[in-house]
């Protein structure tokens, strides 16, 4: 049975830098019962503690952070550019011990964000992007997706599975 890597936060565990959750979404409930589930928070998993200050990346570029070529910046300056990183290798070592092909992750997340992300400014402003533990599934060959994308994530599952 194929596994999904799946943002903590959208299973309602309130693990986002403002102590908040997403979620529980009834697929992911789904999954959840049929045992595909492997859940995590990248932030948490890299160390940062729940609440946080609000992180952003300039440009929204994660490929940028893991090439060393960017920061990952809270609101009041602190480089958490090492927990992102961190975070994003653990996501990699779950990919590897569990087979996984499709991600499920939160959107416009500096760590999880897959087509869009905050620009880095803190003003709300959105660009193309995507945050730093999306950018090395995406390199490692993992299709991910935001919960903004559940059916396109269902329909690449059945097609993982052999059931489309």
């Keep these: 049975m194929q596994k999904i890597l799946v943002s903590r936060c959208l299973l309602g565990q309130r693990v986002r830098y403002d102590g908040g959750a997403h979620g529980p979404f009834s697929l992911l409930e789904r999954w959840q019962q049929e045992g595909r589930i492997v859940p995590l928070c990248p932030e948490v998993a ?11 990346i300039a440009g929204g570029q994660g490929a940028k952070v893991l090439d060393g070529q960017l920061p990952v910046l809270t609101v009041t300056g602190e ?9 994003a290798q653990q996501a990699l070592a779950l990919v590897a011990q569990h087979g996984i092909r499709l991600a499920l992750l939160k959107a416009r997340s500096p760590s999880c964000g897959n087509f869009e992300a ?13 945050g730093v533990t999306a950018a090395a599934l995406r390199r490692a060959g993992v299709r991910v997706f935001s919960e903004e994308e ?15």
């Design 46 to 56: 890299g160390g940062l503690p729940t609440p946080r200050a609000p992180a952003e």
């Design 79 to 87: 480089d958490v550019t090492a927990a992102f990183v961190d975070g």
């Design 118 to 130: 905050y620009d880095g400014s803190f003003s709300g402003t959105k660009v193309a992007g995507e």
């Design 150 to 164: 559940l059916a396109a994530a269902q329909a690449f599952l059945a097609v993982l599975d052999g059931t489309d």
